[in-house]
Protein backbone atom coordinates (compact mmCIF):
# COMPACT_ATOMS: atom_id res chain seq x y z
CA UNK A 1 0.00 0.00 0.00
CA UNK A 2 1.45 3.42 -1.14
CA UNK A 3 1.66 5.92 2.33
CA UNK A 4 0.52 9.56 0.90
CA UNK A 5 1.35 12.25 3.42
CA UNK A 6 -0.80 15.48 2.29
CA UNK A 7 0.59 18.11 4.36
CA UNK A 8 -2.40 20.01 2.60
CA UNK A 9 -3.17 23.39 3.05
CA UNK A 10 -6.74 24.25 3.62
CA UNK A 11 -6.57 27.53 0.99
CA UNK A 12 -5.15 24.27 -1.63
CA UNK A 13 -7.78 22.32 -1.09
CA UNK A 14 -10.77 24.36 -0.51
CA UNK A 15 -10.25 26.29 -3.98
CA UNK A 16 -9.53 23.73 -5.98
CA UNK A 17 -12.80 21.82 -4.56
CA UNK A 18 -14.79 24.89 -6.09
CA UNK A 19 -12.84 24.01 -9.38
CA UNK A 20 -13.91 20.69 -9.80
CA UNK A 21 -17.06 19.05 -7.63
CA UNK A 22 -19.53 19.55 -9.99
CA UNK A 23 -20.13 16.53 -12.61
CA UNK A 24 -22.67 15.30 -14.47
CA UNK A 25 -26.10 15.50 -12.68
CA UNK A 26 -26.66 11.66 -13.57
CA UNK A 27 -24.52 8.99 -15.84
CA UNK A 28 -27.85 7.53 -17.27
CA UNK A 29 -28.58 11.55 -18.64
CA UNK A 30 -26.23 13.08 -21.21
CA UNK A 31 -24.66 16.42 -20.53
CA UNK A 32 -25.44 18.73 -23.27
CA UNK A 33 -22.29 19.93 -25.09
CA UNK A 34 -22.94 23.40 -23.98
CA UNK A 35 -23.44 22.92 -20.59
CA UNK A 36 -19.90 21.25 -20.79
CA UNK A 37 -18.32 23.96 -22.38
CA UNK A 38 -19.48 26.65 -20.16
CA UNK A 39 -18.56 24.64 -17.01
CA UNK A 40 -14.65 24.43 -19.16
CA UNK A 41 -15.33 28.20 -19.57
CA UNK A 42 -16.39 28.62 -15.61
CA UNK A 43 -13.26 26.93 -14.45
CA UNK A 44 -10.88 28.66 -16.67
CA UNK A 45 -12.00 32.36 -15.27
CA UNK A 46 -11.99 30.78 -12.00
CA UNK A 47 -8.54 29.32 -11.96
CA UNK A 48 -7.77 32.96 -12.88
CA UNK A 49 -10.13 34.73 -10.63
CA UNK A 50 -7.70 31.81 -7.87
CA UNK A 51 -4.38 33.02 -9.09
CA UNK A 52 -5.93 36.83 -8.77
CA UNK A 53 -6.95 36.42 -5.28
CA UNK A 54 -4.49 34.22 -4.05
CA UNK A 55 -1.89 35.71 -1.41
CA UNK A 56 1.19 34.18 -0.20
CA UNK A 57 -0.05 32.11 3.59
CA UNK A 58 -3.70 32.90 3.31
CA UNK A 59 -6.64 31.21 2.28
CA UNK A 60 -8.23 31.44 -0.63
CA UNK A 61 -12.27 30.00 -1.53
CA UNK A 62 -14.32 30.79 -4.04
CA UNK A 63 -16.79 29.31 -6.44
CA UNK A 64 -16.32 29.94 -9.91
CA UNK A 65 -19.88 28.50 -10.59
CA UNK A 66 -21.48 31.14 -8.47
CA UNK A 67 -19.22 34.27 -9.12
CA UNK A 68 -19.95 33.16 -13.20
CA UNK A 69 -23.91 32.39 -12.98
CA UNK A 70 -24.28 35.64 -11.22
CA UNK A 71 -22.08 37.59 -13.91
CA UNK A 72 -23.55 35.96 -17.16
CA UNK A 73 -27.10 36.56 -15.91
CA UNK A 74 -26.26 40.36 -15.43
CA UNK A 75 -24.44 40.11 -18.96
CA UNK A 76 -27.88 39.34 -20.20
CA UNK A 77 -28.39 43.02 -19.98
CA UNK A 78 -24.91 44.45 -21.55
CA UNK A 79 -24.20 45.03 -25.01
CA UNK A 80 -21.61 46.19 -27.69
CA UNK A 81 -18.16 46.65 -25.89
CA UNK A 82 -19.39 46.08 -22.28
CA UNK A 83 -20.98 42.49 -22.81
CA UNK A 84 -17.57 41.72 -25.43
CA UNK A 85 -15.66 42.45 -22.39
CA UNK A 86 -17.40 40.65 -20.17
CA UNK A 87 -17.45 37.42 -22.24
CA UNK A 88 -13.89 37.76 -23.01
CA UNK A 89 -12.96 37.94 -19.54
CA UNK A 90 -15.43 35.03 -18.43
CA UNK A 91 -13.98 32.82 -21.52
CA UNK A 92 -17.43 32.29 -22.84
CA UNK A 93 -16.58 33.45 -26.33
CA UNK A 94 -19.45 33.04 -28.23
CA UNK A 95 -21.28 30.35 -26.17
CA UNK A 96 -24.97 31.24 -25.97
CA UNK A 97 -24.75 31.98 -21.95
CA UNK A 98 -28.56 31.69 -21.32
CA UNK A 99 -29.17 28.39 -22.82
CA UNK A 100 -25.87 27.02 -21.46
CA UNK A 101 -26.59 28.23 -18.11
CA UNK A 102 -29.98 26.43 -18.18
CA UNK A 103 -28.61 23.17 -19.11
CA UNK A 104 -25.70 23.08 -16.85
CA UNK A 105 -28.22 24.02 -13.76
CA UNK A 106 -30.56 21.06 -15.23
CA UNK A 107 -27.72 18.51 -15.22
CA UNK A 108 -26.55 19.89 -11.68
CA UNK A 109 -29.87 19.85 -10.11
CA UNK A 110 -32.31 16.43 -9.35
CA UNK A 111 -29.46 14.85 -7.40
CA UNK A 112 -29.60 11.82 -5.28
CA UNK A 113 -25.61 11.65 -4.72
CA UNK A 114 -25.15 14.46 -3.12
CA UNK A 115 -27.22 17.79 -2.05
CA UNK A 116 -26.73 20.77 -4.43
CA UNK A 117 -29.04 23.86 -4.70
CA UNK A 118 -28.62 26.69 -7.21
CA UNK A 119 -30.70 29.65 -6.54
CA UNK A 120 -30.56 33.27 -8.91
CA UNK A 121 -32.31 36.31 -8.04
CA UNK A 122 -33.03 39.95 -8.94
CA UNK A 123 -34.04 42.93 -6.55
CA UNK A 124 -34.96 45.94 -8.21
CA UNK A 125 -36.26 48.57 -6.97
CA UNK A 126 -38.97 50.28 -8.78
CA UNK A 127 -38.37 54.14 -7.84
CA UNK A 128 -35.12 54.04 -10.04
CA UNK A 129 -35.82 51.51 -12.99
CA UNK A 130 -38.07 49.97 -14.84
CA UNK A 131 -36.45 46.73 -16.22
CA UNK A 132 -36.98 45.48 -19.58
CA UNK A 133 -39.63 43.03 -20.40
CA UNK A 134 -37.25 40.92 -22.75
CA UNK A 135 -34.16 41.23 -19.86
CA UNK A 136 -36.57 39.69 -17.18
CA UNK A 137 -37.81 37.05 -19.44
CA UNK A 138 -34.35 35.92 -20.48
CA UNK A 139 -33.50 35.23 -16.60
CA UNK A 140 -36.30 33.99 -15.24
CA UNK A 141 -36.02 31.02 -17.93
CA UNK A 142 -32.64 30.85 -18.59
CA UNK A 143 -31.36 31.20 -14.46
CA UNK A 144 -34.84 30.50 -12.84
CA UNK A 145 -34.28 33.63 -11.42
CA UNK A 146 -36.58 34.99 -9.06
CA UNK A 147 -37.28 39.03 -9.83
CA UNK A 148 -38.34 41.13 -6.68
CA UNK A 149 -39.22 44.72 -6.17
CA UNK A 150 -37.21 46.53 -3.12
CA UNK A 151 -36.84 49.70 -2.17
CA UNK A 152 -33.40 50.16 -1.25
CA UNK A 153 -33.78 53.54 0.87
CA UNK A 154 -35.55 51.47 3.04
CA UNK A 155 -32.88 49.78 5.26
CA UNK A 156 -34.82 46.91 5.67
CA UNK A 157 -33.89 46.05 1.82
CA UNK A 158 -30.15 44.29 3.41
CA UNK A 159 -31.64 42.18 5.80
CA UNK A 160 -34.85 41.22 2.91
CA UNK A 161 -31.64 39.92 0.69
CA UNK A 162 -29.05 38.04 3.38
CA UNK A 163 -32.48 36.48 4.57
CA UNK A 164 -32.94 35.07 0.73
CA UNK A 165 -29.36 33.88 0.82
CA UNK A 166 -29.40 32.49 4.37
CA UNK A 167 -31.85 30.46 3.63
CA UNK A 168 -30.59 29.42 0.41
CA UNK A 169 -27.34 28.50 1.84
CA UNK A 170 -28.33 26.68 5.22
CA UNK A 171 -27.57 29.42 7.28
CA UNK A 172 -23.98 29.37 6.03
CA UNK A 173 -24.02 32.49 4.51
CA UNK A 174 -26.01 34.89 6.81
CA UNK A 175 -24.82 38.25 6.13
CA UNK A 176 -23.68 38.60 2.22
CA UNK A 177 -24.65 42.82 2.51
CA UNK A 178 -22.89 44.45 5.09
CA UNK A 179 -24.44 47.58 4.48
CA UNK A 180 -27.84 48.66 3.18
CA UNK A 181 -27.60 49.32 -0.69
CA UNK A 182 -28.68 53.03 -0.89
CA UNK A 183 -27.02 53.68 -3.88
CA UNK A 184 -27.87 50.17 -5.36
CA UNK A 185 -30.83 50.68 -8.87
CA UNK A 186 -30.76 46.95 -8.76
CA UNK A 187 -28.91 43.57 -7.18
CA UNK A 188 -28.39 40.64 -8.97
CA UNK A 189 -27.82 37.38 -6.72
CA UNK A 190 -26.98 33.93 -7.06
CA UNK A 191 -26.28 30.92 -4.23
CA UNK A 192 -24.91 27.67 -4.14
CA UNK A 193 -25.25 25.48 -1.73
CA UNK A 194 -23.30 22.06 -1.46
CA UNK A 195 -23.64 18.96 0.96
CA UNK A 196 -21.91 15.57 0.40
CA UNK A 197 -21.02 12.50 2.32
CA UNK A 198 -17.38 11.03 1.87
CA UNK A 199 -17.83 7.53 -0.27
CA UNK A 200 -14.96 6.01 2.41
CA UNK A 201 -15.58 7.75 5.06
CA UNK A 202 -12.96 8.72 7.96
CA UNK A 203 -12.69 6.60 10.78
CA UNK A 204 -12.90 9.46 13.99
CA UNK A 205 -11.04 7.04 15.98
CA UNK A 206 -8.09 7.51 13.32
CA UNK A 207 -8.08 11.40 13.88
CA UNK A 208 -4.95 12.46 16.09
CA UNK A 209 -3.66 15.53 16.68
CA UNK A 210 -0.52 16.17 14.39
CA UNK A 211 1.26 19.01 12.96
CA UNK A 212 1.00 21.37 10.30
CA UNK A 213 4.08 22.79 7.98
CA UNK A 214 3.09 26.36 7.73
CA UNK A 215 4.63 28.00 4.27
CA UNK A 216 6.61 30.32 6.76
CA UNK A 217 8.20 27.90 8.58
CA UNK A 218 5.93 27.41 11.75
CA UNK A 219 4.17 24.72 12.99
CA UNK A 220 0.67 24.26 13.85
CA UNK A 221 -1.72 21.32 15.76
CA UNK A 222 -4.44 20.14 14.18
CA UNK A 223 -6.86 17.51 14.02
CA UNK A 224 -5.57 14.91 11.37
CA UNK A 225 -7.86 12.39 9.61
CA UNK A 226 -6.88 9.31 8.01
CA UNK A 227 -8.32 7.27 5.32
CA UNK A 228 -9.64 4.00 5.86
CA UNK A 229 -7.58 1.29 4.55
CA UNK A 230 -7.99 -0.84 1.58
CA UNK A 231 -9.14 1.60 -0.34
CA UNK A 232 -8.54 2.47 -4.09
CA UNK A 233 -8.64 6.38 -4.79
CA UNK A 234 -7.92 7.93 -8.18
CA UNK A 235 -4.11 9.30 -8.25
CA UNK A 236 -1.80 10.70 -9.90
CA UNK A 237 1.71 12.58 -9.59
CA UNK A 238 4.39 14.85 -11.69
CA UNK A 239 7.83 16.25 -10.85
CA UNK A 240 5.47 18.89 -8.54
CA UNK A 241 2.62 17.72 -7.42
CA UNK A 242 0.19 14.74 -5.88
CA UNK A 243 -3.03 15.03 -7.05
CA UNK A 244 -5.75 12.60 -5.86
CA UNK A 245 -9.59 12.32 -5.83
CA UNK A 246 -12.31 11.87 -3.31
CA UNK A 247 -15.43 10.62 -3.81
CA UNK A 248 -18.75 11.62 -2.90
CA UNK A 249 -21.68 9.64 -2.38
CA UNK A 250 -22.68 6.12 -3.04
CA UNK A 251 -19.42 3.71 -4.45
CA UNK A 252 -22.26 2.39 -7.30
CA UNK A 253 -21.93 -1.32 -8.85
CA UNK A 254 -18.49 -2.07 -10.02
CA UNK A 255 -20.29 -4.76 -12.69
CA UNK A 256 -22.48 -1.38 -13.38
CA UNK A 257 -20.47 1.58 -15.71
CA UNK A 258 -21.66 4.59 -14.74
CA UNK A 259 -22.62 3.81 -11.54
CA UNK A 260 -20.46 5.49 -9.46
CA UNK A 261 -19.71 8.49 -7.74
CA UNK A 262 -19.78 11.21 -9.55
CA UNK A 263 -18.57 14.15 -7.37
CA UNK A 264 -15.36 14.44 -6.32
CA UNK A 265 -13.11 16.56 -3.93
CA UNK A 266 -9.88 17.18 -6.01
CA UNK A 267 -6.22 17.64 -3.75
CA UNK A 268 -3.48 18.99 -5.35
CA UNK A 269 0.04 18.50 -2.63
CA UNK A 270 3.07 20.11 -3.55
CA UNK A 271 6.09 17.69 -3.28
CA UNK A 272 9.01 17.92 -0.68
CA UNK A 273 11.05 20.92 -2.43
CA UNK A 274 8.27 21.95 -4.22
CA UNK A 275 5.76 25.59 -2.88
CA UNK A 276 2.11 26.03 -2.82
CA UNK A 277 3.16 29.56 -4.36
CA UNK A 278 4.59 28.37 -7.37
CA UNK A 279 2.02 25.70 -7.87
CA UNK A 280 -1.07 28.37 -8.06
CA UNK A 281 1.00 30.62 -9.84
CA UNK A 282 1.28 27.92 -12.76
CA UNK A 283 -2.32 26.30 -12.38
CA UNK A 284 -4.37 26.61 -15.50
CA UNK A 285 -7.67 25.09 -16.40
CA UNK A 286 -5.80 22.81 -18.94
CA UNK A 287 -3.26 21.64 -16.00
CA UNK A 288 -6.39 20.86 -14.62
CA UNK A 289 -8.27 19.17 -16.55
CA UNK A 290 -4.79 16.52 -17.21
CA UNK A 291 -4.29 15.86 -14.11
CA UNK A 292 -8.16 14.71 -13.98
CA UNK A 293 -7.22 12.75 -16.75
CA UNK A 294 -3.72 10.62 -15.97
CA UNK A 295 -5.26 9.60 -12.37
CA UNK A 296 -6.43 6.00 -12.21
CA UNK A 297 -7.72 3.96 -9.22
CA UNK A 298 -4.94 2.72 -6.92
CA UNK A 299 -4.34 2.16 -3.19
CA UNK A 300 -3.32 4.31 -0.78
CA UNK A 301 -3.28 6.59 2.07
CA UNK A 302 -4.92 9.79 2.87
CA UNK A 303 -4.34 12.05 5.89
CA UNK A 304 -5.96 15.36 5.62
CA UNK A 305 -7.00 17.81 8.52
CA UNK A 306 -10.02 18.82 9.38
CA UNK A 307 -10.83 22.14 8.50
CA UNK A 308 -13.43 25.41 8.59
CA UNK A 309 -12.78 28.07 5.63
CA UNK A 310 -14.74 31.61 5.28
CA UNK A 311 -13.71 33.63 2.53
CA UNK A 312 -15.18 37.14 1.68
CA UNK A 313 -14.12 39.58 -1.31
CA UNK A 314 -15.56 42.11 -3.40
CA UNK A 315 -14.38 41.58 -6.92
CA UNK A 316 -14.35 44.98 -8.59
CA UNK A 317 -10.86 46.19 -8.60
CA UNK A 318 -9.68 41.63 -9.70
CA UNK A 319 -11.85 41.45 -12.40
CA UNK A 320 -10.82 45.36 -14.13
CA UNK A 321 -7.45 43.44 -14.08
CA UNK A 322 -8.64 40.29 -15.67
CA UNK A 323 -9.91 42.11 -18.28
CA UNK A 324 -13.75 43.26 -17.47
CA UNK A 325 -13.24 47.32 -17.30
CA UNK A 326 -16.30 48.68 -19.12
CA UNK A 327 -19.12 47.08 -17.23
CA UNK A 328 -17.59 48.96 -13.89
CA UNK A 329 -16.92 52.42 -15.40
CA UNK A 330 -19.95 54.87 -15.09
CA UNK A 331 -19.33 56.25 -18.46
CA UNK A 332 -18.96 53.79 -20.83
CA UNK A 333 -20.18 50.92 -19.45
CA UNK A 334 -23.37 49.71 -21.52
CA UNK A 335 -26.34 47.92 -20.23
CA UNK A 336 -28.70 49.02 -22.62
CA UNK A 337 -30.36 46.06 -22.53
CA UNK A 338 -31.27 45.90 -18.78
CA UNK A 339 -34.42 48.59 -18.67
CA UNK A 340 -36.30 50.70 -20.29
CA UNK A 341 -35.23 54.18 -21.30
CA UNK A 342 -32.50 55.04 -19.03
CA UNK A 343 -32.26 58.71 -19.65
CA UNK A 344 -31.38 59.28 -15.77
CA UNK A 345 -27.81 57.78 -16.58
CA UNK A 346 -26.05 54.97 -17.57
CA UNK A 347 -25.80 51.70 -15.59
CA UNK A 348 -22.77 50.13 -14.42
CA UNK A 349 -22.12 47.72 -12.16
CA UNK A 350 -20.37 49.07 -8.86
CA UNK A 351 -19.67 45.68 -6.84
CA UNK A 352 -19.08 42.29 -6.58
CA UNK A 353 -19.37 40.72 -3.82
CA UNK A 354 -18.23 37.26 -3.32
CA UNK A 355 -18.42 34.79 -0.12
CA UNK A 356 -17.53 30.77 0.22
CA UNK A 357 -17.42 28.70 3.25
CA UNK A 358 -16.59 24.99 3.55
CA UNK A 359 -16.43 22.36 6.68
CA UNK A 360 -14.38 19.46 6.48
CA UNK A 361 -14.89 16.60 8.45
CA UNK A 362 -14.68 12.76 8.86
CA UNK A 363 -18.36 12.28 7.77
CA UNK A 364 -18.10 14.71 4.44
CA UNK A 365 -17.90 18.03 3.17
CA UNK A 366 -20.56 21.14 3.55
CA UNK A 367 -20.10 24.25 1.28
CA UNK A 368 -22.02 27.39 0.16
CA UNK A 369 -21.40 30.40 -1.66
CA UNK A 370 -22.94 33.07 -3.06
CA UNK A 371 -22.15 36.27 -5.23
CA UNK A 372 -24.09 39.70 -5.16
CA UNK A 373 -23.91 41.76 -8.43
CA UNK A 374 -24.90 45.30 -7.58
CA UNK A 375 -25.79 47.75 -10.15
CA UNK A 376 -25.90 51.69 -9.68
CA UNK A 377 -26.50 54.70 -12.04
CA UNK A 378 -24.04 56.98 -13.13
CA UNK A 379 -25.19 60.67 -12.68
CA UNK A 380 -26.38 62.05 -16.08
CA UNK A 381 -24.49 64.63 -17.56
CA UNK A 382 -24.81 68.21 -16.09
CA UNK A 383 -24.06 71.70 -17.28
CA UNK A 384 -20.35 72.67 -16.90
CA UNK A 385 -18.56 76.00 -16.74
CA UNK A 386 -14.75 76.25 -17.81
CA UNK A 387 -13.17 79.22 -16.32
CA UNK A 388 -9.92 79.79 -17.71
CA UNK A 389 -9.16 82.55 -15.05
CA UNK A 390 -5.73 80.68 -14.29
CA UNK A 391 -2.66 79.63 -16.46
CA UNK A 392 -3.97 77.11 -18.67
CA UNK A 393 -2.76 74.78 -21.81
CA UNK A 394 -3.95 75.20 -25.16
CA UNK A 395 -3.58 73.05 -28.51
CA UNK A 396 -5.09 73.47 -32.21
CA UNK A 397 -5.38 69.99 -33.90
CA UNK A 398 -6.63 69.17 -37.53
CA UNK A 399 -9.24 66.51 -36.77
CA UNK A 400 -8.66 64.90 -40.01
CA UNK A 401 -5.22 64.27 -39.40
CA UNK A 402 -4.59 64.26 -35.86
CA UNK A 403 -1.79 67.04 -36.79
CA UNK A 404 -1.69 69.56 -33.17
CA UNK A 405 -0.85 72.75 -35.10
CA UNK A 406 -0.46 74.79 -32.44
CA UNK A 407 0.35 74.10 -28.48
CA UNK A 408 1.34 76.23 -25.84
CA UNK A 409 0.85 78.00 -22.40
CA UNK A 410 -0.84 80.66 -21.04
CA UNK A 411 0.35 82.08 -18.76
CA UNK A 412 0.27 86.04 -19.02
CA UNK A 413 -3.12 86.16 -21.37
CA UNK A 414 -2.97 90.03 -22.11
CA UNK A 415 0.86 89.82 -23.08
CA UNK A 416 1.78 91.89 -25.97
Sequence with gaps: MRLLNFGLTAAASAALF????????????????????????????????????????????????????????????????TLAEMNKTMHVGE??????????????????????????????????????????????????????GISFSDPKAKDEINGWVSDRTEKKIPELLQEAP??????????IYFKGNWTS????????????????????????????????????????????ALPYGPAGDPEKPGTGPKVHMWLIVPKEGKSL????NGLTGDKLAAWQQSAYEQPGTIHLPRFKIKFKKELRNDLKALGMAKAFNSREADFSGFEVGGARGKLFIDQVIHEAVIEVDEEGTEAAAATAVMMSRGAPPRPFTVRCDKPFLLAITDDRTGSIMFIGTVYKPDAK
Design 277 to 280: DSVV
Design 182 to 191: EGAVCILVNA
Design 95 to 148: LEVGEANRKLMAALSGRDDVKLNIANAIWADPARITLDKDFSAKVSDEFKAEIK
Design 201 to 244: KFDKDKTVKADFNGADGKKQRIEMMQSPAKVEWKYTDDEDVQVV
Design 18 to 81: AAFTFGPARAETPVPKEAKDLSAANNRFGVEMLRKLHKPGENTLLSPTSIGMALQMTSRGAKGD
